[in-house]
């Protein structure tokens, strides 16, 4: 389990590596994490619990963010991943956190540890799509090196390169 200190207390920050017995949980934080925007979310609880499956099956890297205990967040990452073109890339392919933990850090935790692990599997590019109205999210992406690249309907395709 790695941990991190909170920077703004001494609050601790855990990862865990995804089981199961968390899955319920993360559909929560799914539904929480878009709320505002729900055009970006799972429409039901059915379609959250195949995606959380599908997350499960398509990633080298699924990280689950606790803080002071609770379960807070969490983030999917793949370095066996082809993006549109065939081109191998390292793709990250959910990054959420409930509203209320928003501004503790975690968030920034999660991308760098998911960067940190496709960079370790030789990764010379991240991607990842992120809804074109979600700002918020758009903009803490570029604020860690990501650049928005192409669009397709609703969304955006940011790329970082080393």
Known sequence: MEKFENFQGNNE??????????????ISVLFE????????????????KRYINWLKNHSTFF?????NDELAGFVVADANW???YGKD??????LAVRKKFWGKGIGKI???????????????????????????A???YKKYGFNIRESYRDWLRMVKSE
């Open 110 to 136: 999660l991308l760098e540890e998911a960067v940190k692990h496709l960079k370790e599997k030789g990764k010379k590019q991240i991607g990842l799509w992120v809804g074109r109205k979600n700002k918020k």
């Open 63 to 67: 990280k689950v963010a606790f803080y």
């Open 89 to 94: 890339i390292g793709e990250i392919h959910e």
């Open 13 to 26: 920050i855990k990862l865990k590596d995804y089981t199961d017995s968390f899955k319920k949980e993360l």
């Open 82 to 84: 082809k993006d549109l």
């Open 33 to 48: 994490a878009y709320l505002d925007l729900p055009e970006y979310g799972e429409p039901s609880y059915k379609s959250a």
């Open 138 to 140: 758009i903009n803490f």
